[in-house]
């Protein structure tokens, strides 16, 4: 067959091709001519496909390395016999750590304890889930609003967002962007939502930019209804607002998901969609290997005269601010800053030496190996 896939898309090159010919495109330079003879693409969420890109190739098969899948328009491959697939769940404890990382940085630049802070989970699916189990880990309150979830399961551990806006001192988002129906999500966080709000929280955006209105949270921000702002996820990138960036606690380049297990998760996923539809062996797909750690052993000792050293355990895997530093001197190379990110890894590559007592039990639950 004849694959075209994007060229960013980490672990593919050198298995991919055990599935037939392949052709590696800059995200940017798939267009409806580049991809008419194709059989599968294999891609991620800068190019949009819809009937524009699609219509009169031979593409039977997209996948997306993404856990978001607005940028194909399913209705139409729906239509057209375009079979398509995501990869849900891939990134979901990279997005994870991202989040603890970025609240225990924030709660130490605050001068606050997370231990009983109240957390808003708005979107519980797989990167929620763990965000919330994450949180009440770490001491916190997890309100969970999740309005698809609650109408399909009759769930009533789900709370209505006005609580949450009540109630909640951090709020984080994890639903996918939709612009229609009843659970629309784009500029779910606008100015009124900001103005209704009874605490003053920090707003977290790792999701898809267009959750929270832009101008009305630099407004929140101005006016102190919000404490403060974590964005990973942008409205315009890779032409960002500059001024937002400059006002928010921790701002990134659209990467909570991009830790090498992450990355290497989705590839796999994307690699067993196409094994599976054409009835191929998947045996390729364990070729695929991520690179260990540069420094694979945390000295828990290292970290004796800390207050909290579990904290400081979990940010050497991964700490958001060199991120920040990053976008912040360079603002224009945003998508360079995600085209070459570094390879970062999860708890689980990780081993923790001279750990005792309580420690040895919150380390394990992590997911940290201990020595």
Not at 149 to 175: C, K, N, P, W
Not at 228 to 233: L, R, S
Not at 240 to 254: G, K, R, V
Not at 310 to 324: A, I, K, S
Request: aromatic letters at 8%; a negative charge; hydrophobic letters at 40%.
């Amino acid at each position: 067959m004849n694959i075209i896939a994007d060229k960013n898309i980490p672990y593919l090159k050198g298995i991919a091709e055990q599935y037939g010919n392949v052709t590696y495109l800059d995200g940017a330079d798939f267009s409806h001519e580049a991809i008419k003879n194709a059989d599968t693409l294999i891609v991620r969420t800068v190019t949009r496909f819809d009937e524009a890109i699609l219509k009169g190739t031979n593409v039977r098969l997209i996948c997306s390395a993404t856990i978001g899948y607005d940028h194909i328009d399913t209705a139409y491959c729906d239509a057209h016999g375009i079979v398509w697939k995501n990869a849900p769940g891939s990134n979901s404890s990279s997005v994870r750590q991202y989040i603890v990382s970025a609240l225990i940085t924030i709660a130490r630049k605050n001068g606050f304890d997370l231990n009983g802070k109240t957390i808003g989970i708005v979107g519980v699916g797989n990167v929620g889930k763990k965000v919330g189990e994450a949180c009440e880990m770490l001491g916190m309150k997890a309100l969970l609003n999740d309005p698809p979830r609650q109408a399909a399961e009759g769930d009533d551990s789900f709370v209505r967002l006005e609580q949450i806006m009540d109630e909640a001192d951090i709020i984080t988002f994890h639903t996918p962007l939709t612009k229609e129906g009843e659970y629309k999500t784009y500029h779910l966080a606008d100015h009124a939502f900001f103005s209704a709000l009874k605490k003053k929280p920090i707003i977290i955006n790792s999701a898809r930019g267009g959750i929270v209105d832009t101008a009305a949270i630099k407004k929140a921000l101005k006016e102190n209804l919000i404490a403060g702002a974590v964005v990973d996820c942008w409205e315009n990138e890779p032409l960002i607002d500059l001024e937002y960036m400059n006002l928010a606690d921790i701002a990134t380049p659209h990467i909570a998901g991009y830790s090498a297990d992450g990355k290497a998760n989705a590839t796999r996923m994307s690699l067993a969609s196409i094994a599976d539809f054409y009835g191929l062996s998947k045996e390729p797909i364990s070729q695929i290997k991520v690179p260990v750690p540069a420094n694979p052993v945390i000295d828990l000792n290292d970290f004796s005269k800390s207050a909290n050293p579990v904290y400081d355990v979990l940010l050497q895997t991964y700490n958001p601010m060199g991120d920040f530093s990053r976008l912040k001197a360079t603002p224009s190379d945003f998508k360079q800053l995600r085209n070459r990110y570094p390879s970062r890894r999860e708890y689980s590559a990780y081993t923790v030496k001279n750990v005792s007592g309580s420690d040895l039990e919150l380390l394990n639950n992590w997911g940290f190996f201990i020595s």
